[in-house]
């Protein structure tokens, strides 16, 4: 209940900024249209070559763009980042409750509240655009259903792997360079720059073993109906595979530095 504590007060914050939220949900719109113009002359060249229809990737786009708050990993909180360099992090170490537990409630909360605030105005502006330039409806019920539950685990697995930047930048003495490279590899890897499938089919097989593939490339590609029944199940596995070992790696390293911790100063 102590965590579902924390959980319902961030949120309860993130839900206060709703012009902020207002001016991010433009500018995400305006940088989709942006990717779907620049498909779009890809396309009109030679749109038999490419592994995904025109559709499909409009869809990936916008749905990329609405739920951009839930599987962008460079939305790390500052917040936690000050308390680790200040060393203020002492205060969060006397509370009667576990600091990757807090931080993982913390960080959920505040990601759904910003989708939340973001995803509709975009959503439904999105689907009222002249095809094929908006959101096509899922491939079939049984993939919605499926993106509901690959979108819930690519949360938690993107939620795991910031809390594991925040646990590692106990160990540093600037967490900057930690973000730099993270994020850098985790928008290539878990296509957020380019759509996995339009790499080449040897890079992509390994690229999607990656933990990285099973943050948002999972559920965009399952609504889009980009995947078969079979890569579906094994993406799924993977999700909840590299989910347990993002997150015992983050709890191992967590208790670690918890040992080793120095606070200097007054």
């Known amino acids: 209940m102590k965590y579902l504590s924390f959980f319902r007060m961030r949120f309860a914050v993130g839900l206060q900024y709703r012009i902020a939220a207002l001016a991010g949900a433009v500018t995400q719109f305006a940088w989709g249209f942006m990717e779907i113009m620049i498909f779009k002359a890809f396309y009109r060249a030679?749109?038999?070559?490419?592994?995904?229809?025109?559709?499909?990737?409009?869809?990936?786009?916008?749905?990329q763009q609405a739920f951009l708050a839930l599987f962008a990993a460079w939305m790390m909180e500052n917040e936690i980042f000050d308390t680790i360099v200040s060393g203020n992090v002492a205060y969060e170490l006397?509370?009667?409750?576990?600091i990757y537990d807090m931080w993982f409630a913390r960080n959920i909360a505040g990601r759904l509240s910003r989708a939340v605030l973001r995803c509709f105005p975009i959503l439904a502006i999105a689907v009222f655009l002249p095809e094929p330039y908006g959101i096509a409806p899922p491939a079939s019920p049984a993939c919605f259903a499926?993106?509901?539950?690959?979108?819930?685990?690519?949360?938690?697995?993107?939620?795991?792997?910031?809390?594991?930047?925040?646990?590692?930048?106990?160990?540093?003495?600037?967490?900057?360079?930690l973000q730099m490279i993270f994020t850098s590899m985790t928008d290539f890897f878990a296509g957020a720059l380019i759509p996995l499938p339009f790499f080449p089919a040897k890079l992509q097989t390994v690229m999607e073993l990656l933990p990285f593939a099973a943050m948002q490339n999972v559920p965009l590609r399952i609504y889009s109906g980009s995947m078969s029944g079979h890569e579906m199940q094994k993406a799924v596995f993977l999700q909840i595979f590299w989910l347990i070992v993002v997150t015992a790696a983050g709890k191992t390293l967590c208790h670690a530095a918890q040992k080793r911790v120095t606070v200097q100063g007054g």
């Open 146 to 177: 499926l993106f509901l539950l690959t979108a819930a685990l690519g949360l938690l697995m993107t939620v795991s792997f910031c809390m594991l930047v925040y646990v590692l930048s106990f160990f540093t003495i600037s967490p900057v360079g």
């Open 46 to 63: 030679d749109a038999s070559s490419f592994p995904m229809s025109f559709q499909a990737a409009v869809s990936y786009v916008w749905l």
């Open 94 to 98: 006397c509370r009667p409750v576990g």
